[in-house]
């Protein structure tokens, strides 16, 4: 495994990717920082594009069936990093964990029931939810001490209503990992109400030391037999665009019936001819190119965390234990949020995430992405230096 050159800028424009071609679409403009989608400015491991390019040799791109050792791949990888033995009979593929979710909606609520997330929260629960004809149901997660936390009592009287609970772990844009004991009393909580979990660990590997991560269904035998568990090597392993998750039912009858909506009712159940062959090398040879990456992300949180306290006292960074999807507490710069907006768009030239999108909590707060070369945010920081001392001038 070659040294990886993170800092080398890669231009990515031009190659239909939405964070860059997406832009004029979503922000107005394209002369700005592109500092918002989950997807890393990295260039992946030399393994999984050398297997691509080998499946990409053979001339026929027809339907698939997995390649032998393809779920083994993906458990060996959980088992190694996060301690847990799934049988790989216990999982099933989709093409997204948004697609996994809308699946587990269909196949386990009716139309009308609620659905309980956690805001500030990944904003596409809630159109998801929404969108099948659901009811969304809020448990807002407090902010206090630069640092995000369950309300485990208000959480106990939405549990009572919902039907669903779609968990984040880790949370995306909180960061939080959340404790043995944060998880232990969520457990309870769902298990006094028969409450089934989809939990969407998609962003468990990206977890910073001296946190652990800890999956929902090994905490117990209940929780194995009540969650539906939701990862991906995308976020990981930067192949988002190949379309490929790995989801895990423990309970045989709850998975059958999801099996069925996915075969039968969304017709997704077949894979994607270069995301085999990206998945597979992804788990099977992809740690050396993963450590690198973990190194040069934590990296890039401390000069964030460093210049931002150093340069723009008014913005700061809440201090992540996972992803690299961050969020910046900016109400001290005193900006409504469509202001907010308009201030970093036109005066600081960057695209973040606005809080208010991951729903009540978010207001005052941006979500960046560090996924990207030290340079830019080190420009980033600058333009917001100078904007902000005149905001305040």
């Not at 069936?65 to 791949?73: I, K």
């Not at 209503?161 to 959340?178: I, Q, T």
């Not at 269904?217 to 665009?241: Q, V, Y």
Request: aromatic content about 12%.
């Amino acid at each position: 495994m070659t040294s990886i050159h993170f800092d080398q800028p890669i231009d990515r424009k031009n190659t239909n990717c939405t964070k860059y071609d997406g832009m004029a679409a979503t922000f107005g403009r394209t002369d700005v920082l592109p500092m918002w989608i989950a997807d890393m400015d990295f260039p992946v491991s030399e393994e999984i594009t050398a297997a691509i390019r080998r499946r990409a040799d053979h001339p026929v791109y027809g339907y698939n069936t997995t390649p032998e050792g393809y779920f083994a791949a993906f458990t060996a990888w959980v088992q190694e990093l996060h301690g847990w033995n799934i049988p790989p009979e216990w999982v099933c593929h989709t093409p997204g964990v948004l697609t996994a979710l809308s699946a587990a909606i269909l196949a386990f609520t009716e139309p009308g029931d609620k659905v309980l997330i956690q805001p500030p929260v990944y904003f596409p629960f809630s159109s998801t939810i929404e969108a099948l004809g659901r009811q969304v149901l809020n448990n807002p997660l407090r902010y206090e001490d630069s640092r995000f936390s369950m309300d485990f009592t208000d959480l106990e009287e939405r549990a009572r209503e919902a039907k669903l609970f779609v968990f984040c772990s880790p949370h995306n844009p909180a960061g939080r990992v959340w404790t043995r004991e944060e998880l232990a009393r969520t457990e309870e909580i769902c298990r006094k109400n028969n409450l089934l979990v989809f939990s969407d660990e998609i962003h468990s590997d990206i977890v910073y030391q001296p946190a652990r991560h800890l999956l929902f269904p090994s905490l117990s035998d209940w929780s194995r037999e009540n969650c539906i568990l939701a990862m991906s090597p995308s976020k990981t392993f930067n192949i988002a665009g190949l379309e490929a998750s790995f989801i895990t039912i423990p309970n045989q009858e709850r998975r059958e019936r999801y099996q069925h909506f996915l075969r039968y009712g969304l017709h997704v159940a077949n894979c994607n001819t270069f995301g085999l062959a990206a998945a597979q090398a992804a788990y099977q040879r992809g740690g050396p190119w993963y450590r690198q990456l973990m190194a040069y992300l934590k990296g890039n949180m401390d000069y964030l965390d460093q210049a931002l306290m150093e340069k723009v006292p008014q913005v700061r960074l809440v201090r992540s234990e996972a992803t690299y999807i961050l969020f910046l507490d900016m109400r001290e710069l005193g900006l409504e949020p469509e202001a907010l907006q308009t201030f970093l768009l036109e005066r600081v030239r960057a695209a973040l995430n606005p809080g208010p999108t991951f729903g009540p909590g978010g207001q005052g707060f941006m979500r960046i992405n560090i996924a990207t070369q030290r340079a830019n945010l080190e420009q980033f920081v600058e333009r917001l230096a100078a904007e902000a001392a005149k905001l305040h001038g």
